[in-house]
């Protein structure tokens, strides 16, 4: 069973939205895949009423709780309307929004504290690839946001290079496998029940099937492709 997680970030609007998740809604049931839609926060909970049996993510959360908190997504929104997995992470929201790998780590404990799933993105800029230290920045980074202490329940990690998101540009297969030999290798020395390795950046319908065939990968994060019907249907 490989995850597709349909990102669909601020692309769409709440009937774009509507139309995407019922087309995932009709789409027969498959062992083959996980399907998880993650439209804007804002319209999690309609499309959730209206199409109950997709699997939705929010695309973030926040730190502040319940109470004085303008623009604040709780926990609590979460779990009282069964969205069952959160997105954190994105580089969006760490360019966007400072967010840190501390912050990461912390929202990440509380998602497992409450029962949700987290998708962690982590992911290096184009002058580390470049440099060649991914290897060394992606360790820094898990490093910062597991702690070898905890005992994890079921986490995604999604490897997402920088330099790929939005841009049409792809690591090799053989660049992407040899990531995902080194992660899983870091994360043995963290006590997780499940880990599932995700690839984000630039996946589309004509990599997909390539992408998808790597072994090791437990599957994909799709930012603009998913918003794409014709990507959807392709998940049978
Ligand atoms: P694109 O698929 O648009 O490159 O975005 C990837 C991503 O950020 C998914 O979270």
Redesign the pocket.
């Known amino acids: 069973m490989k995850y597709i ?1 349909f ?1 669909w ?1 601020s692309y769409l609007n709440i009937a774009e939205s509507m139309n995407l998740s019922k087309i995932v809604s009709k789409l027969p049931s498959t062992k083959k895949y996980k399907l998880i839609c993650s439209p804007n926060n804002f319209y999690n909970l309609s499309l959730k009423s209206r199409y109950p049996k997709n699997i939705y993510a929010a695309q973030n959360i926040d730190l502040h709780g319940k109470g004085a908190s303008t623009g604040s997504i709780d926990i609590e929104d979460l779990v009282n309307n069964k969205i069952k997995y959160c ?1 954190l992470g ?3 929201v760490r360019s966007n929004f400072g967010e840190t790998d501390l912050t990461v780590q912390k929202k990440t404990d509380l998602c497992l504290i409450n029962k949700i799933k987290p998708i962690v ?1 982590i992911g290096e800029p184009l002058k580390i690839y470049k440099s060649k230290k991914t290897k060394f920045f992606l360790k820094k980074q898990i490093n910062k946001i597991f702690k070898k202490s905890n005992n994890y329940e079921e986490v995604v990690l ?1 490897y ?1 290079p920088l330099w ?4 049409g540009l792809t690591p090799k297969l053989s660049e992407i496998d040899d990531i995902l030999g080194f992660l899983s290798k870091i994360l043995e020395n963290y006590s997780f029940k499940k880990i599932n390795i995700l690839y ?5 319908l004509s990599n997909i099937k390539d992408i998808l065939s790597l072994q090791n990968l437990n599957g994909v ?6 918003t794409k019907s014709s990507f959807i249907k392709h998940f049978k």
């Open positions: 997680i990102n970030k997105i994105h580089s969006e993105c999604a997402e790929s998101i939005g841009t984000g950046g630039s996946v589309n994060l799709v930012g603009s492709a998913s």
